[in-house]
T-cell receptor, first 113, second 109 residues
Framework: EAQVTQNPRYLITVTGKKLTVTCSQN?????MSWYRQDPGLGLRQIYY???????DKGDVPEGYKVSRKEKRNFPLILESPSPNQTSLYFC????????????FGQGTRLTVV | GQNIDQPTEMTATEGAIVQINCTYQ??????LFWYQQHAGEAPTFLSY??LDGLEEKGRFSSFLSRSKGYSYLLLKELQMKDSASYLC??????????WGAGTKLIIKP
């Protein structure tokens, strides 16, 4: 089954404790992206990747890091989480970014206390 | 700046028809998407318009007017399961997706 898998689904952590949210897709897509979603706001792009070892900042990259060492995986790293990073996070992949359907992971609800 | 406008919330009755509008001002245009998102779940693809006109897909249709910077999603024969948020997104000249905040659709029996 074609899918994007994110883990964990839910995470509560403390300020400053490094964490990683994993994302993996099995569709051989080149394009992958991370978004955060907050009430009243649209999806905001954090980082995106157009291929292995090619990543770029989105609209809200501060406080986040990513890597793309393999085509299927695109982890999101929060080196020192802060309460303003409490949000719902989605990973997405697409065959051709911006012109074809994006497939989203199940989401990770992160709370930083 | 780039902007996508959608109504925040709409209410409709089961079995009826509802139209959700989306207007956009973006730097260039390379297509418009509609996604459905149930509460707490991932967005799922509904439609993609790149040329003017109406695209029909079962109970859902999507319309685009590029000259007016306007699209709508039309949902017919509403069912309770259609209660969800509907997200409009535009691809700009750099092939980046610009997302609207979404329209929460409430279906009443």
């Amino acid at each position: 089954e074609a899918q994007v898998t994110q883990n964990p689904r839910y995470l509560i952590t403390v300020t400053g404790k490094k964490l990683t949210v994993t994302c993996s897709q099995n569709m051989n897509h080149e394009y992958m992206s991370w978004y955060r979603q907050d009430p009243g706001l649209g999806l905001r792009q954090i980082y995106y990747s157009m291929n292995v070892e090619v990543t770029d900042k989105g609209d809200v990259p501060e406080g986040y890091k990513v890597s793309r060492k393999e085509k299927r995986n695109f982890p999101l790293i929060l080196e020192s989480p802060s309460p303003n990073q409490t949000s719902l996070y989605f990973c997405a992949s697409s065959l051709g970014w911006g012109v074809s359907e994006a497939f989203f992971g199940q989401g990770t609800r992160l709370t930083v206390v | 700046g780039q902007n996508i406008d959608q109504p925040t919330e709409m209410t409709a009755t089961e079995g009826a028809i509802v139209q959700i509008n989306c207007t956009y001002q973006t730097s260039g245009f390379n297509g418009l998407f509609w996604y459905q998102q149930h509460a707490g779940e991932a967005p799922t693809f509904l439609s993609y318009n790149v040329l003017d006109g109406l695209e029909e897909k079962g109970r859902f249709s999507s319309f685009l007017s590029r000259s007016k910077g306007y699209s709508y999603l039309l949902l017919k024969e509403l069912q309770m399961k259609d209660s969800a948020s509907y997200l409009c997104a535009v691809t700009d000249s750099n092939y980046q997706l610009i997302w609207g905040a979404g329209t929460k659709l409430i279906i009443k029996p």
